[in-house]
Structure formats: structure tokens, C-alpha cells
């Protein structure tokens, strides 16, 4: 660097420079490779992501539909109300699996045997005489008449018709036998086989029949759960931001108040179950399976995250909104509760959100509490037994019926929707009500 | 009158508290020339009579309908036949049941006897008392406090400071819970597990080598010895896990230094947010995908190689579990890095240091504690887990480091032992709280060390 001895200075610059010219190519190459490494990384992980949702959706779409057969059905007087009053306890009792028995048989009268009978009349849902019992008990004018109605087909007929089993399989592989597949080839080619949207998908409860299965059981759970977890944790939440944010003094109590509550916020979910189990159901004798210790449970879980987002958003709110409300002569507390407290009030709902959105999609805790029971009724309070959307997910995963595996996929959609949406809320709110001071 | 019908009243009574000690206090400042001679703006005097009213009644009906099935019960069992009371405690409690479902008018699954006819009449009229009583009491209090705070109304009643006092005792309430939460999941946790130990040694408990869990009916009962020896549990949990930060450490690590180190703004705007939605997607939807597709995967690549896989093999539930903790380390990561002060990055491109070279020898050592901290985080995450290997892992508690073979975790046995049916007594179902108890000191661990190491070195580029 001297400029006073160019002599001394000026070999070893040129040994250097050589020595850094001849290294450039291999530390270039370095350089690139890490690049490379970085890309190949990202790519990955999009990739994971990619291909989660491709098999989601693959599995999944076709779950929303439902293969439906044209039978016609003579609903026969003898048999529905042999005595032609009309009196809804006889209609309500008659035996309805028998018109369609008779009505499938009637579509292939050649068929005769008791097991082959059987297998005949596996093709159409057990949950067709119900669809014929509610038709009926609708219109009791309809007895005594013949006609063609659209019964929901069972699961495996459905799964042929997905081309979820494959026929070229050998047959006593195969869950189907080819006399049905005969006889399905024999309904489409009378054009009496139908796809069509499963709008019973979103209102039916659970159900060991897959066709029949649906999540609005599971949807009207996880929704009163969510609303006792949101009515418990909002206000406890917000009152406890505000607490150790505005109000706490630096001391003992409030430091171990704040290392308790991050982590809280890493404690595994499962030991929040463990809690409810011990306390709630044993100790207090709460009922098991019901929306109200849920949701209990999941406000206790996510409660850190709702207090961390909150002292978050507070902490965003300038000094000087404080120190003019308190200039003017307002108390510490009028400060807060009507200045602060509304400023940071977006931030605190988007926090707010994501908890919802992570207590929506938690599972572990509950499986603690006993909501994996089989649940068929939509459950109408929070005292009811009930199942919820990700435990559903995991009983029917668990389930071994091919029919099952769409049902979940379509399940975990309807889910990974509802997500979505508050997620995109909670951008919303935070785009919409983003303030730079 | 039903808890909801009742505190909706309290409700509309805490309203007209409010209105009536407002109401007061502008009546009162008459006397002392209007009302800004109060010491209080008149809607404190009305919030002050509203929480008195409020907030006692409240408490009381919180109490009474936390102890009032316990006590209801005590006392049915207390009028029932000598030789019913001394069943047992698992025999009484059917009988119990039996009575609520007769009161309910439910189906009973025995002979309704007069005496089983009484208890349930009895009990029905205990809870028809019990919910008269409590409709009284909650509301003659909110009456009363409503009428103590009205009656102290005057117009140099510090009214603002009362209320603000009230305030913050309830936002201290509020702040505390965490800690409650806290003691309560040790309480419950521990507790249980004293029982346990009582059953099983301790020792046996932690440094056994087999586990399985089931308690022989009967003494003859073959494959059923009952042994609680935890290793193989913790094992498997370890070898998930590993497989786990394999995947995870370097994919995050890699993908947090390139997309704040080198991807321009508008990938890092798409690519982030993307590799984020990972740690948004609920963990019960990796376990039907780790169950669907990867493990079907897994075990074909490894037929085409020559190797035996297990249908439900570590590999399978580690990858994907891999795969949820990509984003933890990677956006921690990505904080630690880009907290690292820009000059240090212009000081060594001043010494003519390449992109990579900057990262490795300056950007990497200066952020490694955070780095170490946040690994730590996901370690303590993947231990955690549930979901994902209760669906992708095995249940047969096997001591093998082999990651094609099966293995159980800590976190699988807890849910096994306790979905279902279960009495308290038994060993197994309290196992189940040992394995919780062990869970949580040792994720609480590894989250004290980790969140310590993360501030310390916050701290030091602040």
C-alpha cells in the first residue's frame, strides 16, 4: 500500500494477485455450486408443497360427487300401508329395503340365487329406503304409483364408476366381482347410471356407509367449538396483552408470567389433552366428546400465540399516542382503553385469527378428550357429543373402505378451504388496516 | 331456570345497574352544582355500580356450577341403600348412571327398582332445587352489589379510580391464567404419574427395554407380562425425529440463506410465503398424506432397491414430519440472518470475498447461536408431534436404529393408551401420563435452552 517503497510492495501484490487470478475459477465454481445448493433447496420445498396438495386433490375431487342409479319404484300399497289410512307410524315402520329389492329385481329379472340376489342388491346404497322413506313421508300420495327415481348408489359400485377399481385387476382380487361389473356395464348402457354433486357431503353426519358419510356433523362441531374456544380465549387473551404490555411492572412476578407464557406456546398440543383429560373430565366431571371442554381445552392451547400477537400489535402503537392522550389529562387506564387499545385493535383480531385457524385444524388434544367417538347426529349445542372436522379427517383415514380414502381427501379440502379463508381474512384485516406511523 | 337464561338476566341487571348509578350520580351532582362538580364523568358511577353487580354474582355462579353435579351426587349416593354404597367406586358409578339416565328419561340398562325409582326422583328434585337456588342466589347477589354501589354513589365517590382498580385486578386475572395453565398440566401430569411410579419403578420406567403395555386379566394369559420399560419409545421418537431435521435443516437452512441472500425481491415475495402455507397446514393432513402416498412410495422405491420396508416404516413418517418443520427452520433461521448487521456483509465483499464465501465464513458463524436455537425449536417440535406418526408410524415398540423397519413414539403410545375406553386405576392408562410427563420436561427443556440461546443472542447485535 506504501507508496514510498514500490520495490518491496510490488512482487508480493503480483504473487498475491496471481495466486487470487488462479483461485478464481475453483471459487467461482464454489459459488455457483452454492447457488445451486440454495435453489435446489427452495425447490424443494415447493416441490413438498406442490405435491401435497396435487395428491389432496387428486384423491379429493372426486369425493364430492356421487354415483346415483335410475331405478323405477312402484311404491306398493300392500306393502306400505296395507290398510290405506295414511297413518304416519305405519309409513314410518313399513318396510321400504323391500320396494327396492323389488324394483332392482325388476331391472334384472334374470337373476336368481340367494347370493347372487345379494350382490344384486349390494349395487344400491342401504341408505335408499331412507331417500324412499322421506319421499313418501313428504308425499303420501305418491303410494300406489310407479316411479323412476334416482337412488344413491353403494360405494363400490361408486368406485367402479370413478374408475377407482381397476378392472383389468383378476377378479377374486378385486373388492368387485364381474357379474356386477356386468351389471353395471348392462345400467350404463341404459343410461340410467349418473354422477352427480354429493350436496349430502356437506350436510350428512358421520356414517359407517361412505356414500351416506358427510361432514356437517363435523362442521357444526368444530364450529361451536371454535365459538366457546373464541369467547374464552379473545377476552383473556387481550386483557392479558394489554396487561403485561401496558400495565406490568418489572418484577419477579411479570418476567415469570412472560417465560411461562413462550413456553407455554411450545409445549406440544398433546399435553394440552393430557390437562383436559386430567382436569376437566375428571376432575370437574365435564361430559366427554362435548363442544364446551374442546373448545376448553383449545383456548388453554392457544392462548400464548393470541397473548404473543398481542403484545405484538400494542407494541406497535407509537409512544406518542400514549404520551398525547396522557398530556391531555387522560388516565393511564382512559389511555389504553380508548386510544391504544382501538389502534392496535387489527392486529390483535388478525392474531386472533390465526389462532382460530390453528385450533381449527388441531387434532391431538382432542383425540385426549374422547371426540373420536362415532358420532351420526349434527350435534345442536355445546353439551352434545360431537366430532370435529380434523378428527373426522383421522377416523376416516383410519377406516380400511376404498370409498373412504376420496371422503378424507375431500374432507381435508373442505378443511384446508376454511384455512384459506381466515388466513386471506387475516391478511385482509392486516393489509386493510395497516397503519405506518 | 337454565345457566344460559340466567346469565343472559345477570346481563340485562348489570344494565340497569349501569343506567341507574349513572342516573344517581347526575341526580347527586344536583346538589353540588352539576355535574362537573363530580369527581368522576357520570358513566364510571354507572360502570362502578355494573361491575359490583356484575362481577360477585358472576363468581358465585361460576362455583356452583363447577361443584354442583359433585356435591348433587354425593348427596343421592348418601340416601341410597347401605349395601349399594359400598359396591365400589366403578360399580356405583353405574348404578349413578343409571339413576341420571332414569331421571333424564333415558334407557336403563336395568330393572328399575323402587329404590332405583327414588334415587332418581331424588336426584331429579335435588337438581330442580339446586338450579332454583342457584337462580336466587346469583341474582339476589347482583341485586344486592348492584344496591351496595348504588347507595354509595355521592358526588365525591372516587368512581374513575375504583373502576380503574377493579380493571387491572381483572387484566392481573387475565395474565396469571398462563401460569395457572402451567401448573395445572404439571399438577395433572404429575400426579397421575406418582401413581404410576407406585406401580412401576421409576428405574424400570426409564431404562427398560421392552414395552408392552397390556396388564394380564388373567394370571395365565400368554403375551401380556405388562413390562413399562420406555427406551424403545424413546428411541423410535429419536430416530423419527432425526430423520426429520435431516430433511428439515439442510431444505430450510439452504432455502432461508438463498432466498435472503440471493433470490431477488419478487421470488423471495412468492416463494416465502408459499414454503410458509407448510406450517399452516394442519398436522392431521401430513398423517393422511404421509399414510396415502409417501409410505406407499417409500416402500416401492425400497422393493425396487432390494430392501425390506416396513408398511408403516420410520422413514416415511421422519420425511414427511421433515417436511412440516421446513418452514420452522427455515423463517427462524431467516430472522437470525437477516438480523446480522449489513456492515459485516460489506466488510467482507470490501475484502473481495464471494457471495458464498460471505455466508459460510461470516453470515453462518455470526448468526449460529440463533441458528442452533431455532433447530432446537424444531427438534422440541418433532417430539412433539402427534398426528403424523399416530397415522405414518407403527405401534410395535421395536429397539431398532434401522429407519426401514417400524418404530413407536412416545407421542403414539399416549394416544393409544388413552383413546377409548379406560379406568384410572390401571397402570396403563397412567403410563400414559408418565410418557406425558416425560414429554413435557423434556420439550420444556429444550425450549428453555433454545428461547435463552435465541435472546442472548438477539442481544448482541441490538
Known amino acids: 500500500m506504501s507508496n514510498g517503497n514500490p520495490s518491496s510492495a510490488g512482487a508480493p501484490s503480483r504473487r498475491v494477485l496471481e495466486a487470487v487470478t488462479g483461485s478464481l475459477k475453483r471459487r467461482y465454481a464454489s459459488e455457483r455450486r452454492f447457488r445451486l445448493l440454495g435453489r435446489l433447496a427452495v425447490l424443494t420445498g415447493l416441490v413438498f408443497v406442490g405435491s401435497l396438495f396435487l395428491s389432496i386433490i387428486l384423491n379429493g375431487y372426486t369425493g364430492f360427487q356421487q354415483t346415483y342409479l335410475k331405478l323405477s319404484v312402484t311404491f306398493d300399497q300392500e306393502t306400505l300401508d296395507p290398510a290405506g289410512k295414511r297413518d304416519p307410524a305405519v309409513l314410518d315402520s313399513a318396510d321400504y329395503g323391500a320396494l327396492v329389492k323389488r324394483a332392482m329385481q325388476a331391472a334384472f329379472p334374470e337373476v336368481s340365487g340367494r347370493s347372487e340376489l345379494r350382490e344384486l342388491f349390494g349395487l344400491v346404497s342401504s341408505g335408499a329406503e331412507y331417500q324412499l322413506q322421506d319421499m313418501v313421508e313428504d308425499d303420501p300420495s305418491l303410494i300406489g304409483t310407479t316411479r323412476d327415481v334416482w337412488l344413491i348408489a353403494s360405494d363400490d359400485l361408486d368406485m367402479v364408476v370413478k374408475g377407482h377399481i381397476d378392472r383389468t385387476v383378476p377378479e377374486d382380487q378385486r373388492r368387485v366381482s364381474d357379474r356386477v361389473l356386468a351389471w353395471l356395464d348392462a345400467l350404463e348402457k341404459k343410461g340410467v347410471v349418473e354422477t352427480r354433486f354429493n350436496w349430502s357431503f356437506f350436510t350428512n353426519g358421520d356414517s359407517r356407509e361412505p356414500e351416506l358419510a358427510g361432514i356437517g356433523g363435523a362442521v357444526m362441531g368444530s364450529f361451536y367449538t371454535l365459538l366457546v374456544c373464541l369467547v374464552i380465549s379473545f377476552p383473556i387473551g387481550v386483557s392479558a396483552a394489554v396487561y403485561l404490555e401496558e400495565f406490568a411492572p418489572k418484577n419477579r412476578l411479570t418476567d415469570l408470567i412472560e417465560v411461562n407464557i413462550n413456553n407455554l406456546a411450545a409445549v406440544p398440543s398433546i399435553v394440552f389433552g393430557l390437562l383436559g383429560l386430567a382436569v376437566l373430565i375428571n376432575f370437574f366431571g365435564m361430559p366427554r366428546s362435548a363442544p364446551i371442554v374442546g373448545g376448553l381445552v383449545l383456548a388453554l392451547m392457544v392462548l400464548p400465540t393470541i397473548i404473543i400477537a398481542g403484545r405484538a400489535a400494542l407494541k406497535s402503537v407509537p409512544p406518542s399516542i400514549r404520551e398525547a392522550a396522557l398530556g391531555v389529562g387522560a388516565s393511564k387506564m382512559q389511555t389504553v382503553m380508548h386510544h391504544v387499545l382501538p389502534l392496535a385493535m387489527p392486529g390483535m383480531m388478525t392474531g386472533m385469527i390465526i389462532g382460530m385457524a390453528h385450533a381449527l385444524g388441531e387434532t391431538a388434544p382432542l383425540l385426549m378428550i374422547g371426540m373420536v367417538a362415532f358420532v351420526v347426529d349434527v350435534p345442536k349445542g355445546f353439551f352434545d357429543p360431537s366430532t370435529l372436522l380434523p378428527v373426522q379427517i383421522y377416523l376416516w383415514a383410519d377406516s380400511p373402505e376404498r370409498a373412504f380414502v376420496e371422503k378424507t381427501a375431500a374432507a381435508i379440502m373442505v378443511l384446508l378451504a376454511f384455512l384459506i379463508a381466515m388466513n386471506a381474512l387475516a391478511v385482509y384485516l392486516r393489509k386493510r388496516f395497516e397503519r405506518r406511523w | ?462
Open chain 2, 1 to 462: 331456570m337454565s345457566t344460559p337464561l340466567l346469565i343472559a338476566v345477570l346481563l340485562v341487571l348489570t344494565a340497569g345497574a349501569y343506567m341507574l348509578g349513572r342516573r344517581r350520580s347526575v341526580a347527586v351532582s344536583g346538589g353540588v352544582g352539576g355535574v362537573r362538580h363530580l369527581h368522576s364523568l357520570p358513566s364510571y358511577y354507572g360502570s362502578y355500580a355494573a361491575l359490583w353487580c356484575l362481577i360477585p354474582a358472576l363468581l358465585v355462579l361460576a362455583l356452583w356450577v363447577a361443584f354442583h353435579s359433585t356435591l348433587v351426587t354425593e348427596l343421592v349416593v348418601r340416601d341410597l341403600p347401605q349395601e349399594v354404597q359400598q359396591l365400589g367406586a366403578d360399580r356405583l358409578g353405574l348404578v349413578l348412571n343409571d339413576i341420571r339416565n332414569l331421571a333424564s328419561g333415558n334407557v336403563v340398562s336395568r330393572e328399575v327398582t323402587p329404590e332405583l325409582q327414588a334415587a332418581a326422583d331424588h336426584l331429579k328434585n335435588l337438581e330442580r332445587t339446586s338450579a332454583a337456588a342457584m337462580a336466587v342466589v346469583v341474582l339476589s347477589l347482583g341485586v344486592i352489589g348492584g344496591g351496595i354501589a348504588w347507595r354509595q354513589i355521592s358526588p365525591r365517590l372516587r368512581a374513575r379510580n375504583r373502576v380503574e382498580s377493579i380493571v387491572n385486578v381483572l387484566l392481573i386475572t387475565a395474565s396469571t391464567i398462563a401460569i395457572f395453565t402451567t401448573i395445572g398440566i404439571v399438577l395433572s401430569v404429575l400426579f397421575e404419574s406418582i401413581y404410576f411410579f407406585r406401580a412401576v419403578p421409576v428405574a424400570s420406567f426409564l431404562f427398560g427395554l421392552e414395552w408392552s403395555p397390556q396388564i394380564a386379566l388373567r394370571a395365565d394369559q400368554a403375551g401380556s407380562s405388562g413390562a413399562f420399560g420406555a427406551v424403545p419409545l424413546f428411541t423410535g421418537t429419536l430416530l423419527i425425529s432425526g430423520i426429520a431435521m435431516l430433511v428439515a435443516v439442510p431444505i430450510g437452512l439452504m432455502s432461508a440463506i438463498y432466498l435472503s441472500e440471493y433470490a431477488s425481491r419478487e421470488f423471495r415475495a412468492v416463494a416465502k410465503p408459499v414454503l410458509e402455507v407448510l406450517a399452516g397446514i394442519p398436522t392431521v393432513v401430513y398423517g393422511f398424506f404421509a399414510a396415502l402416498t409417501v409410505a406407499p412410495l417409500v416402500r416401492d422405491a425400497g422393493a425396487a432397491l432390494g430392501l425390506q420396508v416396513a408398511s408403516e416404516s420410520a422413514l416415511a413418517a421422519g420425511l414427511v414430519m421433515g417436511i412440516m418443520i421446513i418452514p420452522f427452520v427455515s423463517s427462524l433461521s431467516d430472522d437470525v440472518i437477516n438480523a446480522v448487521p449489513q456492515a459485516m456483509r460489506d466488510a467482507a465483499y470490501a475484502l473481495g470475498a464471494t457471495q458464498s464465501e460471505t455466508v459460510r465464513q461470516v453470515i453462518l458463524p455470526a448468526a449460529l447461536p440463533g441458528i442452533v436455537g431455532s433447530i432446537l425449536l424444531a427438534v422440541s417440535r418433532a417430539i412433539g408431534e402427534t398426528m403424523i406418526v399416530v397415522m405414518a408410524a407403527g405401534l410395535s415398540a421395536k429397539l431398532t436404529a434401522n429407519p426401514l423397519d417400524s418404530v413407536t413414539t412416545v407421542t403414539v403410545q399416549i394416544v393409544t393408551l388413552l383413546v377409548g375406553d379406560q379406568e384410572f386405576d390401571s397402570p396403563k392408562t397412567l403410563a400414559a401420563f408418565a410418557l406425558g410427563l416425560v414429554l413435557f420436561v423434556v420439550t420444556l427443556g429444550l425450549n428453555i435452552i433454545a428461547l435463552h440461546v435465541v435472546r442472548k443472542y438477539r442481544e448482541q447485535y441490538e
